[in-house]
């Protein structure tokens, strides 16, 4: 067996290259993942809200895979050259859909957990703490991808790899990061946090109380 003499600069460049079929291969995978995660953004959206906090904590493990595929594509995206409209001019994909609808869904259903804190530029000074909501977050990023989708769906492929690639360094892709460590946070204190236990609580309170009355007759 040879050894490869390839530096890693060079296995990222053939990885990267852009020859019109693995253009279109690319740009097939990178809609597949998007479409994967618009379906189910709009699933978990319209979910009953008859169990409240429940139904939303069980749609975490769904949505931690899917936003952390969506991040795996924007990576995959941000990493390869940029990529240049045919056109001086964006082509009109038509109106973007109206999502509030949406939104409107996913604040209900993340009703007590929808709200979390993020600090808006890591290398700001001092960093700036910003109070985000997962449902205008999911929302934000659902309507960039659709906006390429559209290009996409249209035969416009190296438009719609712009749009994503444009997007995902502005504005998606904070925003995906955000909305996955705080996924990842709220799976955390549910797993991690014992549960509320009345029973549990007053055992250790009557152990508290017997432990000071102790301390009191030294």
Do not use: C, K
Request: glycine share 4%; proline share 5%.
């Amino acid at each position: 067996m040879t050894e490869s003499t390839d530096s890693p600069v060079d296995i990222a460049d053939r990885a990267l290259a852009t020859d019109s079929e693995d253009l279109l291969d690319f740009a097939a995978q990178i809609a597949d993942q998007v479409q994967s995660f618009l379906i189910s953004v709009r699933d978990i959206a319209a979910q009953p809200d008859e169990d409240g906090i429940d139904e939303g904590l069980a749609s975490l493990p769904y949505l931690l895979l899917e936003v952390s595929q969506l991040l795996l594509a924007g990576g995959r995206l941000g990493a390869f050259e940029d990529f240049v409209p045919e056109e001086r001019f964006e082509s009109d994909a038509g109106p973007d859909p109206d999502l509030d609808a949406m939104r409107d869904r996913l604040a209900i259903l993340f009703e007590g957990l929808d709200e979390y804190a993020e600090v808006f530029d890591p290398y700001a000074a001092p960093p700036e703490i910003t109070v985000n909501r997962l449902s205008d977050d999911l929302t934000a990023i659902a309507t960039d991808l659709v906006h390429g989708l559209a290009h996409y769906e249209e035969g416009r492929v190296v438009e719609a790899l712009w749009w994503w690639q444009f997007s995902y360094v502005s504005t998606w892709g904070a925003a995906a990061s955000a909305v996955l460590r705080a996924i990842q946070s709220l799976i955390a204190h549910d797993r991690l946090e014992p549960a509320h236990d009345p029973e549990t609580e007053a055992t250790d309170r009557e152990l508290v109380e017997v432990a000071e009355e102790a301390v009191q007759r030294r």
